[in-house]
């Protein structure tokens, strides 16, 4: 079971890892590239698409796979894309009219006059969001590769040829709308050849009864994770809001093999779970939980003491401000080697999971808001990661009580969590120590990371960190 999961979520994160690697490229060249004012601008607009659309992915995507493998598949497919290109022309509209509000909030006023410029990129972007999730329903992994690898470069050929042409943010929003026009464009054709298209609602009524406690559920859990970027946006400068905004990332290749695993190992937890095998349920999480923490864990202990290289190579030294609050940030590493949320929600538990979130979500608010005001700008950032762990440790304890006779060990693989834990931060540790012989930075950073990895790979290959 194991060997087949590991393989799916592989094939899945391959494709995930090439759209972030590529994200984070055009990222790193903007900010480069454009003045601290331009850039908080793009980041911003990515800052309230970032915080609408997982939740819809998220919703939406499930109900593909929920639906995708029932009588008359057609019907629901095509139901669920009309649906996400109505929602996405309202939303687009919505945000439109509100601009100026909007700008008020992010205090930049820069926002209300360029938005409609982004606008048609967020049309288009809202009916493919579901686009991956077909083709993991269908099992084409090479066209999931293939459409992923020609959007990414699509977007790293728009953002150099504006540098080289010293085009402005303009430019970019111009070239990120074609995109998404392109994408939605073979969307339609993609779904007329498999799924007989058919704009219609027919089926929009048991879409919307199952999505909508998803939804719910998930819009707090959103808000949270983005509610420290907001505070910081209310009461700062854009300029110290880019400064801010470059530290608070979470690195996206993380939560992105987690959920990958998520996406082909849960569905499992609720057979197992509804034959009353909680035994092979507590061995599945298990099982996961080693696959995942085998990269976080080194990821997170690298960074660790790494996290001053990492910005000024990565974003430039006039960033270097960053690294004080992405060593906050990496401390979600360790809480994301299991994505909590979806197995309870693979145990019938949705209630708790929603309840939680907006414990969360309050939390994180009251927080960084106080902590704020102590410790200034890095205050959102210790609340949110605060609030999460909080949370996590909340949604483990109910996944406990629902397995009722299963322990925190049988979830946990608590001494192969300590070995590789121990092990990784022993050998950043001496790669810390040689690093200081090495005064330039992008030496260091690379040089480090590579002796980093040879030593970590090396004792994994000589079972030092047993993987099974």
Not at 227 to 246: L, T, W
Not at 379 to 393: D, N, R, W
């Amino acid at each position: 079971m194991l060997d087949s999961i590991v393989k799916k979520a592989s094939l899945i994160s391959l494709s995930r890892i090439i759209n972030l690697t590529g994200l984070l490229i055009v990222t790193i060249i903007l900010a480069r590239h454009f003045s601290k004012s331009e850039f908080a601008l793009y980041d911003q607009i990515w800052l309230i698409l970032n915080t609408i659309t997982p939740l819809i992915s998220f919703a939406f995507s499930s109900a593909v796979y929920f639906f995708g493998v029932k009588e008359k598949s057609n019907n629901y497919i095509t139901t669920i894309f009309s649906f996400l290109t109505l929602l996405g022309f309202a939303l687009t509209i919505l945000l439109y009219l509100l601009r100026f509000e909007i700008g008020k909030i992010l205090n930049n006023a820069l926002f209300p006059e360029n938005f409609f410029y982004f606008a048609l990129f967020f049309l288009f972007s809202i009916p493919t969001l579901i686009l991956d999730s077909i083709f993991i329903l269908r099992n084409e992994f090479k066209k999931l590769f293939l459409v992923t690898l020609i959007t990414v470069m699509l977007y790293i050929i728009a953002v150099l040829f504006s540098t080289f042409f010293s085009k402005g943010i303009l430019f970019i929003f111009a070239c990120l709308s074609a995109i998404a026009i392109l994408r939605f464009i073979y969307m339609i054709g993609f779904l007329r050849k498999n799924f007989n298209l058919n704009l219609t609602n027919s089926r929009l009524k048991e879409v919307l009864t199952y999505t909508s406690p998803l939804i719910l559920g998930h819009i707090s859990a959103i808000l949270s994770r983005q509610i420290d970027k907001f505070i910081i946006a209310s009461n700062f400068a854009p300029e110290i809001y880019a400064i801010y905004g470059v530290g608070a990332k979470e690195l996206p290749v993380v939560p992105l093999i987690t959920s990958s695993f998520a996406s082909v190992s849960f569905p499992e937890i609720s057979k197992l779970y509804d034959a009353g095998k909680k035994t092979d349920v507590a061995k599945l999480i298990s099982d996961v939980i080693k696959s995942t923490a085998v990269f976080v864990l080194p990821v997170f202990s690298y960074l660790l003491f790494f996290s001053n290289e990492f910005i000024v190579v990565l974003f430039s030294p006039k960033y270097a401000e960053s690294a004080e609050i992405f060593r906050i940030y990496i401390f979600f590493l360790p809480v994301r080697i299991l994505l909590y949320s979806p197995i309870l929600s693979a145990l019938g538990k949705q209630k708790i999971y929603m309840f939680i979130s907006l414990i969360d979500l309050a939390l994180n608010f009251i927080l960084g808001l106080s902590l704020l005001k102590v410790i200034g700008l890095k205050g959102p950032a210790v609340a949110v990661v605060l609030s999460t762990y909080i949370e996590t440790s909340l949604m483990l304890y109910f996944i406990l009580r629902t397995l009722s006779g299963i322990k925190l060990w049988d979830i946990f693989p608590v001494k192969f969590l300590i070995l590789v834990l121990a092990i990784s931060l022993s050998i950043a540790s001496f790669c810390y120590l040689i690093g200081k012989f090495i005064y330039d930075v992008n030496l260091r950073f690379l040089s480090t990371g590579l002796l980093f990895s040879v030593v970590y790979f090396a004792l994994i290959k000589r079972r030092v960190i047993p993987l099974g």
